[in-house]
């Protein structure tokens, strides 16, 4: 059987990997809140639907991109969504970040129609979107997640499957966590080199390679040290997610201490106005903090 | 002129460094307080000197690697010390980890005898060691970088010179601000991914290999999962840098909340009889917390 | 003119409160939603309502002191909820603890009716009212005040009217960020003094006057050397009233190093099944991490 | 036998507590650094000795009050110290606040000669100090705390016998333990409260009288909201005590995750120039976090 794919959510991620499928030959139909964003799509070759319900009623697997829980149930679940089109046997994978529990209802609720239901988060960025070398991480079951594989593998470069229903979901929190611990170490870090003087570009030259290396540290921290507060992943972006995690551990009864300080740590630049800043920004509440700035070309 | 290189402090770090410049062909002589530990090297052709006053005495670049900022004083500074043997012109090089203030220290009571020093402590451990695979970060003037930099590469991999007197021992620091500061992290991801139910070896496939990715990620916490604590660096050395680093926070104003917080949890743990597991046992701090025990197999 | 007083919800709280208003000679009319814990005040001379709305119908000021948000939301504004039957003029007064921004939305709600509201939690535990010394933090116009003040002394001894709708929820939100602030602080403190091997009565005895006092060390440490959990006011309380702090936090853009922190301790007391202890045993976080336990007789 | 009284050290604490001991009618010697610090205690009838040694020849109980471990070691132990002059049965009791390690190192050496010794540390201020109303927490053998009585009774209006050697001084790093744990969460209560925008002095004086209420509260929080830094108790001496706090906690294994982090935040004011203000002006450090001001009159 040849998959007729849809996809829902034409944002910065959603049309970079709407395009991937596309290229990849995939037959493909879209739909977005804001019809204009999906016009490079149609031109180059995408079908377009009218409403969720028409794109589930059109294809076989429908993809899901969109910002938060409620969105996605509204696409998804919601009046002219997905459910009131898609056919029994038919397949939803979810892309967004929302939180575990929000991805289980969702499932429970398409199984009583029969049909079945990914939750598939993605990392890597709006260039990994652009590129197709995102990491998705699958939960569902393992027979949905081999007849997606064709379409993850148009998006991602590394796809994993990580467990049931809302595992995908929870393994993209445990992501989030690593991602803000670790800029909070680096922030620390840094600003201690700057109060103690040493040159911080010959710094990071120094420990990046080792035990102390990271992908934030190669990355993020040369940012800092220009003071490019472009964003890979904003921080009101990051917030969300961090509520996420805090509302799942929450419930699961895990105690936070770092994501915890670093949401609070957020909080404050997003106060001052910072929210559009990429999220290594973090290292500005250490800075007000310490009163000192990091910056390249100082020793 | 030919070096004749001297090495005092064969631990478990020192014996390999030494070893590997006397496998590099350098004219070696070293001295050990505990006589036994030089036996293997004088057998393999190294010289032994009774004293590190003698050592400094018939060498020209001395390198020391010993366990705290006392004990470099004492072998350099103290009774019998290097200074009482080192010629003017002479270079000391000390690759423990001690205090940037200490170094400086010893910097400035060698130049007052024409003896040069260079700081340089190392990351990487003891494999790093056996290998010459180590980071050295190396503080003191650019020409006795240059004279000492063919033993450098006999014993490491990348060679940073980051600045002046003691700035090699803080670079030391921002490392161990940063291994830990992430290994904390990791730490809370894991703890939170066990309590959520998710399959942690799946988790840590999905992602490693992005913008969550690390050394330790990638080394220590595969070892969390199989609860192998073995040191790669023990807890009680890791407390040991990172009183050097407090101290050293303290001296130049910067506020650590993070290393601050783990400094604590490690002590924790001491005070628990762990001192001697790996710097990774930190999880440990926070499944006692949250009343968990990661593991693989566990889902 | 005589108002005709209602009461809502007859918990361990508003029970003892009702109580205090019958007693100082008011006419009560009161409902709950299990109907049984009404017959005790019934006895003592209460009438009894149908519905919520029948309540409003009856009486010119409506108490009402119930779990949370969405409670208050019901029996207030829900169906057969007292703005159903409150006449124009009437006067509803909240005394439960729930966010500021719902208590504005409620006062906004019962506006449009031309039905007056004033928020008015209280602190000072089931003890406290039931001997109707509670302190009552309200917010809301002067004159509906003034019009309160009668009931307010028979159930409190300290009232204080702090600002307009919402703020005297912030307030007893303050209260809170402060009670479980100073019960970390205590807990630090015992557990440091434990670990040191000080007599613990001792220690309190000579600290508890000065600098360091607080109601708290005075009141709630003692049980923590009796190991006496029974709870003034439980955790699980604790963390509903913690996570109205936090999100009201979110939405001012307030950082909450210390508050952030405590929940996640108590979330993990919580995860190990002591949600129904006193907000005291917070102490056994700490002691988990430490390794120790604090009781008297020790030394 | 009527004691001869000898006291050391007339800086802003000792002055006022040999001025008191002068006014209970006890034979006072005493001797300080700078001599003129003396001068009014001669003229009001105080003997002058010539060294610490000379103190300790001409008195029975000798009382010091310095600022740290190396002056009391110094006055008692050292060169022309007490411990040269006075006689076997004597009795020296240190009041200053050191370690608890250092005060039982004295005690040892002392013990040596005959000489009795007791910890006896203060809280209350320069003002408790000089209105003989101090907290005294005491450290050493009954009968020695007996003997003293008299004269503690003429500085102090709490005295408790808290233990052995080393005790006073662990009790009175509880002391600090709680009051900068209390101010932390006075600080950030204040802060969120201003981000709340509700009125500052009425949220105190709603707050202060029940289970949130401290010492602290009642007497710090006040100068926040005038903004009134002038200190109790300086932030640079705060700072010195919770070096001793953070160094026997280490020794005895006790985690400390509130004082660690206070003990970050004052050092971030302490780089900024904050040192001579009150310990109250922690909250400024979260101030500049939070990016807001707590001042009276904001709402």
């Known amino acids: 059987m040849t998959e007729r794919v849809g996809f829902i959510g034409l944002g910065i991620m959603g049309s970079g990997m709407a395009a991937n499928l596309l290229r990849a030959g995939f037959d493909l139909t879209v739909w977005n809140r804001t019809p204009e964003r999906a016009e490079a799509l149609v031109a180059a070759g995408a079908s377009?639907?009218?409403?969720?319900?028409?794109?589930?009623?059109?294809?076989?697997?429908?993809?899901?991109?969109?910002?938060?829980?409620?969105?996605?149930?509204?696409?998804?679940?919601?009046?002219?969504?997905?459910?009131?089109?898609?056919?029994?046997?038919?397949?939803?994978?979810?892309?967004?970040?929302?939180?575990?529990q929000g991805a289980q209802t969702i499932a429970a609720a398409l199984a009583e129609r029969g049909v079945h239901f990914l939750d598939a988060p993605v990392s890597g960025g709006s260039e990994g979107a652009a590129r197709g070398?995102?990491?998705?991480?699958?939960?569902?079951?393992?027979?949905?997640?081999?007849?997606?594989?064709?379409?993850?593998?148009?998006m991602g470069a590394t796809i994993t499957h990580v467990g049931g229903h809302g595992d995908g979901q929870t393994v993209k929190l445990v992501n989030q966590i690593l991602v803000v611990g670790t800029m909070l170490a680096i922030s620390e870090a840094l600003v201690f080199a700057r109060a103690s003087g040493v040159d911080l570009e010959k710094t990071l030259q120094a420990v990046?390679?080792?035990?102390?290396?990271?992908?934030?540290?190669?990355?993020?921290?040369?940012?800092?040290?220009?003071?490019?507060?472009?964003?890979g992943f904003t921080i009101d972006l990051q917030q969300k997610d961090l509520r996420l995690v805090l509302q799942a551990a929450d419930e699961v009864g895990a105690p936070m201490l770092v994501t915890a300080q670093v949401f609070q740590l957020y909080r404050a630049l997003q106060a001052a106005g910072m929210g559009q800043e990429g999220n290594h920004a973090l290292i500005k509440a250490l800075e007000r903090l310490a009163g000192v700035e990091v910056g390249a070309g100082q020793g």
Chains 1, 2, 3, 4 share one sequence.
Not at 133 to 154: E, H, K, N, W, Y
């Open 208 to 231: 990046s390679g080792g035990a102390a290396g990271s992908w934030m540290l190669s990355n993020r921290a040369p940012q800092c040290l220009r003071r490019d507060w472009r964003p």
């Open 133 to 154: 070398t995102l990491s998705i991480m699958v939960g569902g079951p393992a027979d949905q997640v081999a007849r997606a594989m064709p379409c993850f593998q148009a």
């Open 48 to 100: 377009r639907a009218a409403t969720p319900a028409d794109l589930g009623a059109r294809c076989s697997i429908i993809f899901s991109c969109v910002s938060d829980t409620s969105d996605v149930i509204e696409v998804i679940l919601g009046e002219q969504g997905v459910i009131e089109g898609a056919p029994p046997g038919a397949l939803v994978v979810d892309m967004s970040t929302i939180s575990p």
